[in-house]
């Protein structure tokens, strides 16, 4: 199969100088190479398949790119910017934290388990050793976009006397890192991880336990803090 190679001898002087032409079709370029960069990985895509997968001739994509590596750049960059505002919380603002907080730990699961998001975080940490710059781009991007409508919630509480909690960032990373442990093995395509009902579980879980490091004000004291 005919496969789009990257250059091994170019120094990092010359890669710095490389800029990607951008076109009518680049748009269709860049989808094409994401999703089979998705299915295939960095060594596995070819040049054949994301020209079909973009519906567009191989010498269009070699205009755009000469390089293997400054598409699969590009691509992976248009994969986590297509991430933003995708995670939003639906919680009841009237639920106390005891219940409202299983609900935003298996909403933060089901979101990270989704087969897009996963393959991207799988491809993401194969290739994090050739593009650690990505990596972190993308571990960056997911903990702030989880975090943060975790966070506004918990500060919510605090405000209104119904938890105590000095770093709630640090408590939201924290929260959101146990809903998500079962997506690690969801990574390695173990179908029992990959479940709904296991992924909601160990979220519920994820819950109770953050509960016990952070139990909810008594109705009582929280009156008399406000």
């Known amino acids: 199969m005919n496969k789009l190679l990257a250059k091994p001898d ?13 076109g009518r079709k680049f748009g269709q370029v860049i989808k094409g190479a994401g999703a ?58 009237g639920l106390p934290p005891q219940k409202a907080i299983a609900h935003i730990a298996v909403q933060a699961a089901e979101w990270m388990a989704d087969p897009h998001r996963v393959s991207l ?20 991007s997911l903990s702030r976009m989880l975090r943060d409508p975790v966070r506004a919630h918990l500060d919510r509480w605090v405000r209104a006397g119904l938890l105590a909690i000095d770093d709630t960032d640090l408590a939201a990373r924290q929260l959101v890192g146990l809903s998500g442990a079962q997506c690690s093995l969801h990574l390695l395509g173990t179908p029992q991880a990959a479940s ?8 519920r879980d994820a819950a109770a336990l953050f ?3 952070f139990p909810p004000v008594p109705r009582q004291d929280a009156l008399m803090q406000t």
Do not use: W
Not at 121 to 140: G, I, N, Q, T, Y
């Open 10 to 22: 170019l120094d990092s002087k010359m890669m710095k100088s490389q800029s990607v032409t951008q």
């Open 36 to 93: 089979i960069f998705l299915r295939d990985g960095f060594a596995g895509a070819s040049v054949d398949d994301i020209a079909q997968a973009a519906r567009v001739s191989k010498a269009t994509i070699y205009s755009y790119f000469p390089d293997k590596t400054l598409m699969f750049r590009e691509a992976m960059r248009a994969e986590i910017a297509r991430l933003e505002g995708t995670f939003t919380l639906d919680i009841d603002p």
């Open 121 to 140: 975080c799988r491809v993401l940490l194969a290739e994090a050793s050739r593009f650690a710059d990505l990596a972190l781009l993308f571990h960056d």
């Open 196 to 203: 709904v009902a296991a992924i909601r579980a160990n979220a």
């Open 211 to 213: 509960l016990r490091a």
